[in-house]
């Protein structure tokens, strides 16, 4: 398993969305108030508005500050004025990092996260160096001791999902973004619980990444995702559980 959905479940091994929950809030708050303003407050006309408030809603965000978002999106509130930015780069060992932010003042996002990359290995490239790594798709995970693989093979694929995979830990069932609410619904209609969901850059190559490069990857995706104004942090390097277990 690698970058984006990698990182995903290391956190949630760690714990450590729950430990910067005031922060994931302010972060889903303005992806709220972006996805509203584009596409309106109809869930079902707005699928990326369904999916952040779902989101939001699974870390526990009072409903009142979810409907305030949406107000300050659709202009029913005043809010504030948000651009969207990705930024492109590289880690530690060659890794490609792609970083989306949302940002009241550019020049000063470009260069505090400049900066993140120099100190930690990497650096910031230009646009388009890395983002034909990616690819769009829905990926849901799930704790492969607590799942019958063959069974979730069989749900998945009958759901609709694209393709499957797994690792030492976990199960990944990736789907094309259209198709990832109804594939979602149906595994959890049948009992699955997924780990992680969401529509994330899935990359096509990955780099295996050990010792210090290894280090240096996590504390630069910390780094990156600490950022007031990164939204999200996606990635191609593989570090093996044995080298995790080491690094724990």
Not at 46 to 60: E, G, H, I, T, Y
Not at 147 to 165: F, P, T, Y
Not at 217 to 235: G, I
């Amino acid at each position: 398993m690698s970058g984006h959905s990698k990182w995903a479940n290391i956190k949630h091994r760690k714990g450590a969305a729950d430990a910067k929950r005031g922060q994931a809030f302010s972060k889903l708050i303005r992806e709220i108030i972006i996805a509203a303003r584009m596409g309106g407050r109809d869930f079902e006309a707005n699928p990326r508005l369904r999916q952040v408030v779902a989101k939001a809603k699974s870390v526990n965000m009072p409903s009142d500050n979810i409907e305030r978002a949406i107000k300050k999106g659709t202009g029913e509130l005043e809010g504030e004025r948000f651009e969207e930015s990705m930024y492109e780069g590289y880690g530690p060992g060659g890794v490609a990092i792609l970083v989306y932010a949302l940002t009241d003042n550019k020049k000063r996002t470009t260069a505090e996260l400049k900066h993140i990359f120099s100190r930690s290995g990497g650096s910031m490239g230009e646009a388009g160096c890395v983002s034909w790594m990616f690819k769009k798709r829905g990926v849901i995970s799930f704790e492969r001791a607590k799942v019958d693989e063959e069974k979730l093979m069989d749900a998945a694929l009958d759901a609709g999902a694209q393709d499957i995979e797994d690792d030492e830990s976990y199960v990944m069932v990736y789907t094309e973004p259209n198709d990832f609410d109804p594939v979602k619904a149906v595994l959890e209609k049948n009992k699955f619980a997924p780990v992680t969901a969401e529509i994330t850059m899935v990359p096509q190559t990955n780099v295996r990444l050990e010792g210090k490069n290894a280090e240096q990857m996590l504390r630069l995706m910390e780094a990156l995702e600490d950022h007031d104004d990164v939204q999200e942090v996606y990635a191609n390097f593989d570090i093996s559980e044995a080298e995790m277990e080491r690094m724990s």
